[in-house]
C-alpha cells in the first residue's frame, strides 16, 4: 500500500447528503457550518462537547484538509494485491529421455535437452498482502499532522522436486569453463542412480514511514456537502526491505548398475545457496490531494524518496559423500555453482538511489466516522540485487574448484559483483479508515 495520512471527512457531510434532496448543490448554510456542540444539519454534535474550535482561524479553517477539532485521531488498514518484479532465472534444471548418451544428456544445446525449472522469473506471481496506517492531527486550524505507515506484501516462493525417476534422466546444466564446453551434473540417471532435485526460491518486499503532513491549499469546506478539495506536502523518513534467495539441493543414491567410479550404495549430498537482501534508509517528499463531491472523491498521491540502499550478498554451499559399509561421510565447502575457491562469502556495499512512489484512488463516506477506498499503487527501485542475479555469469564453473578440489583450476565459479536489477512493485489496495 501506498498511503500517506489524510484527515478524516467530518461526519456533518454524510449527514447533509443522507438529508438534503440535492446533495451536491447543498449550501453551507442548509448544511449548517458549526463549531463543537452546535447542531449539524439538525442533529446535535454530541461527539463535540470538549474540544478546540477553529472558528477564529480565518478563511482557511474550515478547509477539506483540516479536522474540525474534535476527530483528531485516524486509523487505516488494507488489504494488497500486489506484484513485485524478480530477477529472472538462467535455466537450472534440465531433463532428457532415458537412453540418451550420458556424454550429451540434460546439456544445454541439445536437441534432447528440455529445460524444466529456470528461464523466467521464478518470484514474480500476484501476491496478496497489508497495509496499516495511523495519523494525528497536531493542529487541526492549520492543517499540521504527524503519520506513520507500515505495509508488507508477503513472501511469494516457488518450489520445484523432480526425481527419482526410471524413465527420465535429470540433470543441473553448466558451462564447463575447463573444457569450454556446455555440460551437465547428472542427478537422476534410470538404472544408475536415483537422485531428486529440488529448487526453492522465494522473495519478500515491506516498507515503513514515519513524517508529518502539511495542509497547503485548500478549496470548498470540510462541513459542508458542496464540491472540495485540498493539497498537503508529506514527509519525512522512508524505509523499504526486499529480500531474496535461492537454492538448488541434489540426493543422490548410487545404484547397483553405476558406470561412475563411485561406490553403489553411496550417497551424495549437493547444495547450492544464494541470498540477497536490500535495506533502503532515506527522506521521503511529496505531494498529495483530493477532490470531493458529496460523498465520493478521487485522490492522488506521487512522492520521492531519496537514500541509501545497503546491500548484502551471501553465496554458500556443501557436497557430502558417505561411503556405505563403513566407508564414513566427507563434507567440502562448493557445490555446483558454489566453490570454497572462489565464490563462497559474504559481500556488502551502499548505493544512494531515488525511489519514486505513486497512487491513484477512489473513495467514499460509509457512516459519520468510517470511510471505505480503492487504488493503485507503483514503486520503482533500482540497483536491487537479488539473488538469481548472484549465480556465476552464464553458469560458468570449473569441475577442478569443485569438491574434491583439484589444482589449476580458475576464477569459476565466479561472483558477478553487486548486480543490480530494477525493481517494479504494483497493485491495488482495498481498505477501510476510522476517525475518532
Known sequence: MLFTASAGRRGAA??????????????????????????????PDDSCTSCDSCGSCGSNCGGAC???????????????????????????????????????????GQNT???????????????????????????????????????QVGSN????????????????????????L??????????????????????????AGLGLEKCLLSCGNANSCGPSGWVTLVGGYRYYQHNSALQVNEDILILDNTTSPLVPGTTVYVE????ARNQFHGGEIGLQGRRQEGWIWIDGLATMAIGANNRAVSINGGTDITVPAGGGTTSNPGGLLTSGETNIGNY?????????????????????????RFGYNVIVWTDVVQAASELPPGLSSDPRNLPPVQGGGGAQPAFPGMFGTTVVAHGADLGLELTF
Open 14 to 43: 454524510l449527514l447533509c447528503l443522507l438529508l438534503a434532496s440535492s446533495p451536491l448543490s447543498a449550501s453551507a448554510q442548509d448544511c449548517g457550518i458549526v463549531d463543537c456542540g452546535e447542531p449539524v444539519c439538525g442533529f
Open 66 to 108: 483540516k479536522s474540525n477539532g474534535c476527530d483528531r485521531f485516524w486509523v487505516r488498514g488494507e488489504y494488497l494485491y500486489w506484484q513485485v518484479t524478480g530477477a529472472d532465472s538462467p535455466a537450472l534444471v534440465t531433463s532428457s529421455p532415458d537412453g540418451t548418451s550420458l556424454a550429451t544428456a540434460g546439456q544445454l
Open 113 to 151: 535437452t528440455t529445460t524444466l525449472v529456470g528461464n523466467d522469473a521464478l518470484t514474480d506471481k500476484w501476491r496478496s498482502g497489508f497495509a496499516v496506517s495511523t495519523g494525528y492531527w497536531l493542529d487541526p486550524c492549520n492543517g499540521l499532522a504527524v503519520v506513520g505507515d507500515y505495509f
Open 157 to 180: 516462493n516457488f518450489n520445484s522436486s523432480l526425481g527419482p525417476d526410471d524413465g527420465t534422466i535429470y540433470a543441473r546444466p553448466f558451462f564447463n569453463s575447463e573444457t569450454g
Open 182 to 207: 556446455q555440460d551437465a551434473q547428472l542427478v537422476n540417471v534410470p538404472d544408475e542412480q536415483a537422485g531428486n532435485v529440488h529448487v526453492q526460491s522465494s522473495s519478500q518486499f515491506q516498507g
Open 272 to 275: 547450492d545457496k544464494f541470498g
Open 348 to 372: 556488502t556495499d551502499t548505493k544512494a538511489v531515488v525511489i519514486p512512489r505513486f497512487r491513484l484512488g477512489l473513495g467514499a463516506q460509509i457512516t459519520e466516522r468510517l470511510s471505505a
